[in-house]
């Protein structure tokens, strides 16, 4: 059973950065991938980035430019930094996972039905 936590969510005011991290553990195949997504009040879920276990990436339009996805293997854990954050930004932050496939196969990779596994979630606030 994949497990993933979240943390480094905060305040910060527009024009700032943070950087998120999940602790992931669990994965039974080497084939996987993560991502992180997010949902403001009111608002549907959406995908902001997404990486596989062959090093692809990929990201929404609105956070392009601005975000940067990684992983770091040995300590199995995802990051998400976030720079020249803007108020539209502010939403509760999840961290998801799937196993047995990469995004190069995935035609929807940003379709939250798409992952089996999700992180409690971590608040991001920015303000103007």
């Known amino acids: 059973q994949v497990q993933l936590v979240e943390s480094g969510g905060g305040s910060v005011q527009a024009g700032g950065s943070l950087r998120l991290s999940c602790a992931a553990s669990?994965?039974?195949?080497?084939?996987?991938?993560m991502a992180w997504f997010r949902q403001a009040p009111g608002k549907e879920r959406e995908g902001v980035a997404a990486?596989?276990?062959?090093?692809?990436?990929k990201y929404a339009d609105s956070v392009k430019g601005r975000f940067t996805i990684s992983e770091d293997n040995a300590k199995n854990t995802l990051y998400l930094q976030m720079n020249s954050l803007k108020p539209g930004d502010t939403a509760m932050y999840y961290c998801?996972?799937?196993?047995?496939?990469?995004?190069?196969?995935?035609?929807?990779?940003?379709?939250?039905?798409?992952?089996?596994?999700w992180g409690q979630g971590t608040q991001v606030t920015v303000s103007s």
């Open positions: 990486i596989d276990s062959d090093g692809m990436t």
């Open positions: 998801a996972a799937g196993e047995w496939e990469t995004l190069a196969t995935m035609i929807h990779p940003f379709r939250p039905e798409g992952f089996s596994y």
């Open positions: 669990g994965f039974t195949s080497s084939s996987y991938y």
